[in-house]
Nanobody
């Protein structure tokens, strides 16, 4: 599966952005999907994940109650709705798809939040 992330950009603290990750290839609905992010000078960190059928979601404590991950299997797309943005959310966001221990990564999309 190949992944294409989009929707990044600049926003102000307290604002919202929605990231999309479109997948090409077969069997999208069998993949678990998620997002990581990497801020300058920091390691890549987990943000959110959703299981293959959308019945389970997982969030980093730092984004819980502010970010929502969802998927639309008809569009082969996973979304990350980000609200109440903070300057510390500034990072390059990467989406991934996985089955078991096999992970596929998309290119990153930059999110910049100003105070």
């Amino acid at each position: 599966v190949q992944l294409q992330a989009s929707g990044g950009g600049s926003g102000q603290a307290g604002g919202s952005l929605r990231l999309s990750c479109a997948a090409s290839g077969r069997s999208f609905s069998t993949y678990g999907m998620g997002w990581f992010r990497q801020a300058p000078g920091k390691e890549r960190e987990f943000v959110a994940a959703i299981n293959w059928n959308g019945s389970k979601t997982y969030y980093a404590d730092s984004v819980k109650a502010r970010f929502t991950i969802s998927r639309d299997d008809a569009r082969n797309t996973v979304y990350l709705q980000m609200t109440s943005l903070k300057p510390e959310d500034t990072a390059v966001y990467y989406c991934y798809a996985h089955i078991g221990s096999v992970y596929n990564w998309g290119q990153g999309t930059q999110v910049t939040v100003s105070s």
